[in-house]
């Protein structure tokens, strides 16, 4: 699909009718010229084409909105360290009664305190990409690699064999807080302010006519009034200084 810009459309469009303008200006000049040397057409008037107003209808299929958001992280770094340090705490905890096969798991007392200690720096760097974050469709992505991560350097920090973080049961362990973790984290997004950055249409024809309907269509009607600019010298009698003035007509 052929897809461009609405702006370079109607640009290109508006352009085309202005060296319309400008082809028949010359055409003008070179007439002008002509009747100039006749000793009877000089008395005529010159044929000039003058645009008054000129009205287009142009449907176009909108192909494509690209819409940028501004995202903001609701949930407060205190609460957010509390919820992230609880679930590796849990999730540590049942990774040491899993059952792996070949590789053992050491015995570990259950009673025996989770080890979080320097995990703070690996969260709060969790927490500062989900608050520059400025596309919200890719918090899941943040999410799933942070916690990822984390969980690695938790179950290293309890002296739990890195080998058993791909193996079952161990790998559905660690991953089952996700769902809930993306939904927590989504649920504290808000989107106070949304933008087009871009309007993408396709203009031809035939596209239009077989492949839209009349939701996808629109028609814009656009209107060109003539204004025509004349460039005039303009000498200071005083100084002799000679200036550009600019008129409209």
Do not use: C
Not at 110 to 116: A, C, F, L, N, W
Not at 167 to 182: G, H, Q
Request: no cysteine; net charge negative.
């Amino acid at each position: 699909m052929a897809e461009i810009m609405l702006s370079d459309y109607l640009a290109f469009v508006f352009s085309e009718v202005s060296r319309a303008r400008d082809m028949a200006d010359r055409h003008s000049k070179e007439i002008a010229l002509i009747y100039a040397k006749d000793d009877v057409l000089r008395h005529f008037s010159v044929p000039r084409f003058k645009l008054a107003k000129l009205e287009m209808n142009m449907p176009v299929l909108v192909s494509n909105v690209e819409v940028s958001s501004l995202v903001h992280f609701q949930m407060p770094r205190e609460a957010f360290r509390s919820l992230i340090s609880s679930k590796l705490i849990d999730v540590t905890g049942l990774v040491r009664t899993a059952k792996t096969g070949p590789i053992a798991i050491p015995i570990v007392d259950s009673g025996k305190p989770v080890r979080t200690e320097g995990l703070e720096p690996m969260i709060d760097a969790f927490y500062d990409a989900l608050v520059s974050l400025l596309d919200p469709s890719k918090a899941e992505t943040v999410v799933t690699d942070n916690w990822s991560q984390i969980t690695a350097k938790t179950l290293a920090l309890n002296e739990l064999p890195a080998e058993i973080v791909r193996l079952k049961p161990v790998t559905d362990i660690i991953n089952r807080p996700v769902p809930s973790l993306i939904e927590t984290v989504k649920g504290a997004m808000s989107v106070p302010k949304a933008a087009i950055e871009k309007l993408l249409i396709n203009a031809q024809t035939n596209v239009v006519k077989d492949g839209s309907t009349d939701t996808s269509v629109f028609t814009i009607k656009a209107e060109m009034i003539e204004e025509g600019v004349v460039v005039k010298s303009v000498k200071d009698e005083r100084t002799g200084v000679e200036s550009s003035v600019v008129e409209f007509e």
